[in-house]
């Protein structure tokens, strides 16, 4: 009895719970809009500062 309540509940509450995680984990427009420009900006500061390396000889 047990074991058949394990079998049958168990990947019923484990696709309920994978689910509801899913679900919760998505971000909104805004926040992809966000996270989207925060990189551009970053991957901008990156690309100066290494044209300021190699222009002062520093480049590795």
């Known amino acids: 009895m047990e ?8 990947p019923i ?3 309920a ?3 509801w995680a899913m679900l919760n984990n998505r971000r909104s427009r805004a926040e992809k809009q966000r996270t989207e ?8 500061q ?7 390396r190699e ?4 480049a590795a």
């Open 17 to 19: 719970v994978l689910a």
């Open 3 to 10: 074991w058949t309540l394990m079998t049958i509940l168990g």
């Open 37 to 44: 420009e925060a990189t551009r900006i970053r991957r901008e």
């Open 55 to 58: 222009a002062e000889g520093g």
């Open 13 to 15: 509450l484990l696709a």
């Open 46 to 52: 990156e690309d100066r500062d290494q044209k300021a």
